[in-house]
């Protein structure tokens, strides 16, 4: 498990890896703040401010590490479509050239084809 975090680690970028190290203090540190507030008098009881900030460091943690992951997938998935596409674009290409030329070709996709893609 060591192995995986360190090679997914070592593989962010300088932005990323600070997004991940101010998420992971931020969690930290709001969850810090409030075992203190366990501690200062009266004790036992937290007062709003404590669990305000514990609350707003955990929605930065979550959206810091959830944006990177988020972004990091839909730009794998829209490459992959772009890539996709322009495999389309030039299969298209290279038979509607055949056509040109007179070469006959199994299956001429139509104009419509373009626009699902």
């Known amino acids: 498990m060591k192995n995986i975090v360190e ?13 991940m190290l101010s998420g992971i203090v931020a969690f930290i540190l709001g969850w810090g703040l409030t075992i203190a507030g366990f501690c ?12 305000w900030v514990l ?22 998935k829209l490459r992959h479509d772009v890539d996709r596409h322009l495999e389309h674009m030039e299969r298209l290409s290279l038979e509607r050239e055949k056509l040109r030329k007179g070469i006959p070709t199994d299956e001429i996709p139509g104009e419509d084809e373009d626009e699902t893609i």
Do not use: H, M, R, W
């Open 7 to 19: 090679n997914v680690y070592e593989k962010c970028t300088l932005k990323q890896k600070v997004a």
């Open 40 to 51: 200062i008098p009266p004790v036992g009881e937290i007062a709003d401010s404590v669990l």
């Open 55 to 76: 609350g707003q460091s955990l929605i930065y943690t979550g959206s810091v590490l959830g944006l990177t992951q988020y972004f990091s997938a839909e730009s794998v």
